[in-house]
Nanobody
Framework: HVHLVQSGGGLVHAGGSLRLSCAAS????????VAWHREAPGKEREFVGR???????DYADFVKGRFTISRDNAKNTAYLQMNSLKPEDTGVYYC????????????WGQGAQVTVSS
């Protein structure tokens, strides 16, 4: 069975930094594209960014220049480096990886709480 296990997150002051990790394990699954989403209190889950299998990266406009997505294929892990954090970045961050089988089989991490104080 495949799992995406997230680590990182926490509480930081505005202007601070945090790094989230998303490690895939189980059934020989290798990460292809990995997306990051977040869910703020009272809001719908929104797209943060994605790293494609080939290494191209897309970012939502509200994180460009502040967040960086990367991957370590040897560790089967993706990362979300968050700098210059703002209180409005507060929320639960999720990583997502397509299974290659279909949407009902895609994988989500368990989520990581990020809280930015003003």
């Amino acid at each position: 069975h495949v799992h995406l296990v997230q680590s990182g997150g926490g509480l930081v002051h505005a202007g601070g930094s945090l790094r989230l990790s998303c490690a895939a394990s189980g059934s020989g699954f290798r990460l292809g594209s990995v997306a990051w989403h977040r869910e703020a209190p009272g809001k719908e889950r929104e797209f943060v960014g994605r790293i494609w299998t080939g290494g191209d990266i897309d970012y939502a406009d509200f994180v460009k220049g502040r967040f960086t997505i990367s991957r370590d294929n040897a560790k089967n892990t993706a990362y979300l480096q968050m700098n210059s954090l703002k209180p409005e970045d507060t929320g639960v961050y999720y990583c997502f990886a397509p299974s290659g089988i279909g949407p009902s089989h895609d994988y989500w991490g368990q989520g990581a709480q990020v809280t930015v104080s003003s």
